[in-house]
């Protein structure tokens, strides 16, 4: 009778996982394929003739490598500023001082707009003439000029994108560690005062410590968003000025749906997913040993 | 002793200053594009294009408010705004929760490949397979349509949610099924009957963490719906962005509003989203 019931019971388990792992295939598996067989279909070409042609054109496309290289400083900067920001507020945050849960709602707006609208608000700020922010930076510093360009000027222009991001995305990482610093049992920081411990000691055999799994994890699936992140440049820059804002995601979606060379963009998307997957294997690997 | 309490009295009041100075300056940083939107909003076209920039509106006028629906179809955008991300948000709690509940409670064989699997998904970008699933909708009819959208967005959130409600159902002791077992129910009947009442926090978590997905995106709508009738409200938005002559006024209130929704519904659940993460994606 118990035999007969884990039989059972190892068979209901596939029912259960089936409607997902049917749905992760159809949509995502299986589109995930033909673009990989694009990749290595002559240009315009049916069928299956094979040509590496794509991957070859992407080893000496100028455009393609300053977008790499734009998407791993964007990633980077913006882990850089959503790590600072996201730690220091949630240390802040857990002190139980009057007036916290004012300060975290407001702390959270950035996340709860969305990304297009997020490139919006800072579209306009930064407009030369009309925006807020000239004018901002000139009650500071009155000899600021006047109609100071920011995102039609090369070297600012990706400089602002990551910052408009930053603010997009620090909240995330702030109530994630939040909730990290929250687990952290009392007793311990009340122990370690007992025993005469100062503040940066204690941060740093306790806190640290504490939070390390977590902010491995909130750093991990940053990274993996911010490398996606599409929407936020579209509105803010499109990509521009040229392409000095260009991120991969954009220019995969511009090169198949305003260029339409398909082979060529899915090569592109082939390569950024490698790229992408080789970056996150540290984190697949730590999560499934711990499961 | 009472040195000790008093520099720990000190030590704590300079926590507090540093920490209110901090949650002021970045208090600061998070609204001040929010405050000139929403001064934007309140003005004409004419006074957002006057000299110098004023951060209250000289001349109050809901103007943009009203023109945002008449002068363009932000109702029809909303609509299908709210359609497609209440429809992905149901959907892929659903679909999330049976699986977590299939990973938490049932040891098949290959189910940890299996688990892996559903974690490599969340890898995948969405331009990595736009391409050849807008091929596909359109074979089937499918494109220029909320359908091909949610099907989208439900299986871009199945991870997130299989995995949230996993660590979820793992924190409920088994004796329950075994308890419904003894009494004669089905796995079925003991999955929506016994378990997920329980499980309703982290159910909410999903819900919102998918609604915000899908009323959010913008790659997926922007390939997959090319018709102003099916067009979302982000969608809507980016297309205003993009025309020759923006209307900052008119911009900066359908940027508000269609971000009102989301912002609504962080403030009042945020409390279900920190516990799910915590729960669901931060234990390690």
């Known amino acids: 009778m118990r035999s007969g019931h884990a039989w059972h019971d190892r068979h209901i388990g596939y029912l259960f996982v089936l409607p997902a792992t049917l749905m992760l295939v159809v949509v995502l598996i299986f589109p995930a394929f033909i673009t990989l067989k694009a990749s290595v279909t002559p240009q315009g070409g049916a069928g299956w003739h094979f040509t590496l042609a794509h991957y070859q054109k992407t080893l000496h496309d100028p455009v393609l490598l300053q977008t790499f290289k734009n998407t791993f400083a964007f990633v980077a900067w913006s882990l850089v500023g959503h790590f600072i920001l996201g730690l220091s507020l949630a240390l802040a945050l857990n002190q139980a001082l009057p007036g916290q849960t004012f300060f975290r709602l407001v702390a959270l707006i950035p996340w709860t707009i969305p990304d297009v609208v997020a490139g919006i608000f800072f579209r306009w700020v930064l407009n030369p003439i009309h925006g807020a922010m000239n004018p901002l930076i000139r009650m500071v510093f009155p000899s600021f000029p006047a109609e100071f360009t920011w995102l039609s000027n090369p070297t600012l222009a990706f400089p602002s994108v990551i910052i408009a991001n930053v603010w997009r995305g620090y909240p995330l990482v702030m109530v994630m560690l939040l909730a990290g610093l929250m687990a952290i049992p009392r007793e311990l920081y009340e122990a370690a005062a007992v025993d005469g411990a100062g503040r940066l000691r204690r941060f740093f055999h306790i806190t640290l410590p504490g939070l390390s799994t977590i902010i491995t994890i909130a750093l991990a699936l940053d990274m993996v968003w911010e490398f996606r992140r599409f929407a936020l440049v579209v509105a803010m820059t499109g990509g521009g000025p040229g392409t000095l804002t260009e991120v991969l995601s954009t220019l995969v979606y511009k090169t198949y749906f305003q260029f339409f060379t398909f082979e060529y963009a899915s090569a592109m998307a082939i390569l950024m997913s490698a790229v992408l997957f080789v970056l996150s294997l540290p984190y697949i690997i730590l999560v499934g040993r711990e499961r | ?284």
């Not at chain 2, 098949?108 to 699933?133: D, E, H, K």
């Not at chain 2, 967005?153 to 004796?175: H, Q």
Request: glycine share 6%; aromatic share 14%.
């Open chain 2, 1 to 284: 002793m009472s040195s000790r309490l008093s520099s720990e009295l000190r030590e704590r009041r300079v926590d507090a200053v540093m920490s209110y100075s901090l949650l002021v300056l970045a208090a600061a940083f998070a609204i001040f594009p929010f405050i000139f939107m929403l001064s934007t909003s309140f003005k004409s076209e004419a006074e957002s294009l006057s000299l110098p920039v004023s951060w209250i509106p000289k001349h109050f006028t809901l103007q943009a408010y009203s023109e945002m629906w008449t002068l363009k179809p932000f109702g029809v955008y909303f609509w299908n705004s709210i359609v497609v991300s209440g429809v992905t948000a149901v959907l892929s709690t659903v679909v999330g929760a049976l699986a977590g509940y299939g990973f938490s409670r049932f040891q098949f064989r290959g189910r940890t490949s299996l688990l892996a699997f559903f974690l490599a998904t969340q890898m995948i970008s969405g331009v990595l397979v736009i391409g050849p699933y807008f091929q596909i909708l359109a074979a089937l009819d499918l494109y220029n349509t909320l359908t091909g959208l949610i099907i989208a967005y439900v299986t871009i959130c199945l991870p997130f949610a299989a995995w949230m409600s996993k660590g979820y159902f793992d924190s409920i002791p088994k004796e329950l099924d075994e308890a419904g077992l003894v009494d004669g129910a089905s796995r079925l009947q003991i999955f929506f009957r016994i378990i997920c009442p329980i499980a309703v926090p982290g159910t909410v978590s999903t819900l919102l963490f998918a609604f915000l997905l899908a009323w959010q995106d913008l790659l997926w709508a922007m390939c997959l719906v090319s018709i102003d009738e099916k067009r979302t409200v982000t969608l809507g938005v980016a297309y205003l962005v993009g025309e020759f002559v923006i209307q900052w006024p008119m911009l900066t209130a359908a940027s508000l509003i269609g971000s009102l929704p989301t912002i609504l519904l962080y403030l009042f659940l945020q409390r279900y989203y920190v516990e799910g993460l915590a729960r669901g994606a931060v234990k390690g």
